[in-house]
């Protein structure tokens, strides 16, 4: 039957949870382990993947808000939406693109946030109870090398930050310098010194992590605010950052580009919908993470599109073109005192988002892979090191590779594992989880050898539907132009919607039917 149905022992009494013979829950709904009850010599438990006591939730309101907004505040979220002007969309249709998708994303970022507070586990014990001990992994993995390629892109984008503001203060000598891999030698020094500098801070801990939050969320807000004030400034005003004509208008051309667009935006925050408990697992309570998430997501990155997209329609009426990158704009100013001042907001902005949203999963997820061998800090410097090897400097060439390629299919991918997490969570358990089966060999969540393939089939499916027709225009990706399953063509542009969708029904529908099969048994 362990490979039809969850197994374990009863719970206490009727109605308990699982495993209320090992845990405690307090009078606010949040459970721990009661003392002796964490099997801390399973080969899948260890310090830094065990649940987080009550007495150490102690995150707030602010903590959780000024976490999203040191992660929105970065460069990559302002090329989202200054990408979409370069696209063709006015500064209305871009604002528009990417509130709808935070607002649609804060949905399964509050789901599978639930379980952090609650419970104190991190993301990849949370994929046990849906996947199983062993076929958590799966889901951990995909996370941890999507994780991966976001550190490397944004270290990449903070190297080259400071290399052309440096730069410009020298009066341009650095671009004489004898290149590597066709880019200037200090380009790469800059590259390497800043990928440092982000595993120093990291290697401190979580507590260093949400201190180090607190102070850049404002700062990075101001720097925004001033490179906004500076290009209309420029441009004689606000109006022409304004005034700016859309090439798509709002017919039939708009729509094509909108819809993967949308599913874009969402994929760039899909990860962090699924590896949310790895920071509300030190939240006070639910009231925490749920006002914390929603109103530091979706208000923060619909503000900071819309100071993006002035200041990229700026930059039109300014040069003549977009600039869709704030450092090539940055670099424009022309005083020492503004670049250096520029160059300190890139770096505490690109270190925010990328500690917290491209280190901290992977650190967890790579440690789920062999407890026993990997803890946090090593799991970070894995992650520093493949996020290098996968040259993220060719995932941001255009803004057609890096919305509709990267985010597209990156967001199917995601989406249908969120899909797996929130119908186990929410539909088939009802949020009651035993916290000593989820690190203990043969208890409920061991399935068949540890993988519950019920999972793993809704995974498949969702996977398929989500990203197989995913497409190129000639030229400007890695995909056929028809599609990689040409039948699949016309779902690709809302894959990370399919994705989750399906993989929801199918699961629910599997484990129903296991279920059943079970208690014939």
Known sequence: MTGTVPTGPPAAEPGAEPGATS?????????????????????????????????????????????????????????????????????????????????????????????????????????????????????????????????????????????????????????????????????????????????????????????????????????????????ADKAGGFGPLLDQPSTLGWGADFWPVFFPALMGMIGFWSTLSLNIPDFTRFGKGQRAQVWGQTLGLPTTMTAFALLSVLVTSGSQAVYGEPIWEPVDLAAKADNVFGLLYALVTVLVATVSVNIAANVVSPAYDLANLAPKLINFRTGALITGVVGVVIFPWKLIETPELYIFVWLGVVGGLLGTVAGIL????????????????????????????????????????????????????????????????????????????????????VYVGLMAVGRRAGSEA
């Open 422 to 505: 929130i119908a186990d969570y929410w539909v088939v358990r009802r949020t009651a989880l035993d916290l000593a089966d989820l690190y203990r060999p043969e208890g409920r969540y061991w399935y068949t050898g540890g993988w519950n393939l019920r999972a793993v089939a809704a995974f498949a499916v969702g996977g398929v539907l989500a990203v197989g027709g995913s497409h190129s225009a000639p030229g400007k990706g890695p995909f056929p132009e028809d599609g990689l399953i040409p039948a699949l063509r016309p779902l690709a542009d809302y894959g990370w919607a399919i994705g989750l969708a399906s993989a929801l029904v």
């Open 23 to 231: 845990q405690r829950v307090a009078a606010d709904g949040r459970v721990e382990l009661l003392p002796g009850a964490f099997p801390e010599h399973s080969r899948f438990a260890n310090d830094d993947l065990r649940p987080i006591p009550l007495a150490e939730r102690h995150w707030s309101t602010y903590n959780f808000a000024a976490l999203w907004v040191g992660m929105a505040h970065n460069i990559p979220s302002w090329t989202l939406a200054s990408g979409l002007v370069a696209l063709g969309m006015d500064w209305r249709q871009a604002v528009f693109t990417i509130a709808a998708a935070n607002v649609i994303v804060l949905i399964p970022m509050l789901l599978t946030g639930h379980a952090g507070p609650k419970y104190g586990i991190p993301f990849p014990v949370l994929a046990r109870a849906s996947f199983g001990l062993r076929g958590a992994n799966l889901p951990a993995l995909i996370r941890a090398a999507v994780a991966c390629g976001w550190f490397g892109i944004q270290t990449w984008i903070g190297g080259q930050g400071i290399y052309v503001l440096l730069n410009k203060a020298f009066a341009g000598a650095w671009s004489d310098e004898s290149q590597i891999g066709g880019h200037p030698w200090p380009l790469w020094l800059c590259f390497v010194l800043f990928w440092a500098l982000q595993l120093a801070i990291i290697h401190r801990g979580m507590e260093a992590l949400r201190r180090f939050e607190n102070w850049a969320a404002p700062f990075v807000l101001v720097g925004a605010v001033v490179l906004l004030v500076w290009i």
